[in-house]
């Protein structure tokens, strides 16, 4: 009668510990933290708050450009004249008001570069929004993950406290060894030992979590059965998509046309500006009186001419940068796009790794319910499932991160470009 409970308890204990997984490991994009907190993590990230101020700088600093660096000058001109045949005296002076101009489509080339600064700085805070977004979904991932291996090794301990007790009732009561008493409460020691591992690599990534994403909470699962699902639309259309959306590219572009707008406005500057004023002078006391106009002309120079030069490699440079982010990004597509085919393929084998070993344990519960094993045979068939089913959780929150990254890279989530 003994033995007979000690078989129904045992068939509940690995109940407990392996039910099945395909359905909790899983769970639906609202595990996700709720936008509005996303948004303002991200809002006062201090990557994008710095990112913010230089945007600010330059926005500053594309008036000054749109402005130009022309000023008026006054200049006043104090001076004594003596006379010696006859002696006198005169006091004498001039004032001039002077401005140099700008010529040759100067003006409008730097409208056109404080435009492009424009639009650099501004993609420069969307580019910082979409990176912080990314560090988020990271460590969110990364607190999931140690969540999944906690919540495993929490019922794995409770399963093995649960089958020592047993067997160290069947220990008192004959039915069993003393090998299998040691047996079953160093597989409780070992669990535990493995739980508190699994508590304090939750508690580190939640904490780094919370310290550089504050206010995101805790990331919660839900019960949805499905693996993610690959996109409907083909991988070159994505492909093709996921480099023009990039912020990374877009900025990269908008940095080629400034340097292509400075270039030109460099070499325009090989053409010197005059300055041109209007003076009055007085001499003899008030005596004369002379009203002019003046026009100053500075000599090009070797400076200006290598100023154009380097310019231009600078564009040359850029366009060459544009051109390596668009082929790093048709590569970092291809990788994610592959990551996410890989990662469901994947989950899907585990799941049927789980079933199978599942199986397997059961028939080493039979066994030894018969007499035809020992307790090492059947832990040794139940570590193998908890390994089975921490494999499974674990890919399929790869899966979903996998979805994840790839549906914020292609903007279709978090998307703060307003």
Request: cysteine-free; hydrophobic content about 45%; charged content about 25%.
């Amino acid at each position: 009668m003994r033995l007979d409970l000690f078989r129904i308890a045992l068939a509940g204990v690995s109940a407990v510990l392996f039910w099945s997984t395909a359905v909790q490991a899983q769970f639906s994009p609202s595990y996700l933290p709720a936008e509005n907190a996303v948004r303002e993590a991200v809002a006062q990230s201090p990557d994008v708050l710095t990112a913010e101020a230089r945007r600010d700088a330059a926005l500053a600093r594309a008036e000054g450009i749109r402005a130009g660096t022309a000023e008026t000058v006054v200049r006043a001109i104090g001076q004594g004249r003596q006379v010696r045949d006859p002696s006198e005296r005169h006091a004498e002076g001039q004032i001039a008001v002077e401005r140099s101009l700008r010529l040759w489509g100067k003006a409008q080339a730097d409208g056109h570069l404080a435009d492009a600064a424009t639009e650099a700085g501004q993609l420069a805070v969307k580019d910082a929004r979409h990176e912080a977004s990314r560090q988020i979904l990271a460590l969110w991932f990364g607190a999931v993950r140690a969540g999944q291996a906690r919540q495993a090794a929490q019922e794995n301990a409770k399963a093995a406290a649960d089958l020592a007790t047993l067997t160290a009732r069947r220990v008192q009561l004959g039915d069993a060894s003393r090998l299998d008493g040691e047996l079953a409460a160093a597989d409780r020691a070992r669990m535990q030992a493995a739980l508190a591992m699994a508590v304090s690599a939750e508690q580190a990534a939640q904490a780094e979590l919370q310290a550089r994403f504050p206010g995101l909470g805790h990331p919660a699962f839900g019960a949805d059965a499905a693996l993610p699902a690959l996109p409907q639309d083909p991988p070159d259309r994505l492909r093709i998509r996921y480099i023009q959306d990039s912020h990374e590219y877009r900025l990269a572009m908008a940095e080629e046309a400034q340097a292509l707008q400075m270039a030109k406005r460099a070499d325009l500057e090989r053409r010197p500006d005059p300055t041109v004023g209007m003076f009055v002078t007085v001499e003899r006391g008030g005596a004369e009186r002379i009203m002019g106009v003046s026009v100053a002309m500075p000599l090009g120079s070797a400076h200006r001419r290598s100023a154009a030069v380097a310019a231009a490699a600078d564009a040359e440079a850029a366009a060459r940068r544009r051109l390596g982010s668009e082929r790093r990004l048709g590569a970092e597509f291809d990788v994610l796009y592959g990551n996410l085919q890989g990662k469901r393929t994947s989950a899907q084998a585990q799941m049927e790794a789980v079933t199978l070993q599942r199986s397997a344990s059961d028939r080493a519960t039979r066994a030894y319910r018969a007499g035809e094993s020992g307790l090492a045979e059947l832990l040794a068939a139940r570590r193998s499932l908890a390994d089975a089913v921490l494999a499974e959780r674990l890919a399929h929150v790869d899966a979903w991160e996998a979805d994840s990254r790839l549906q914020l890279d292609l903007h279709r989530m978090w998307d703060f470009d307003d």
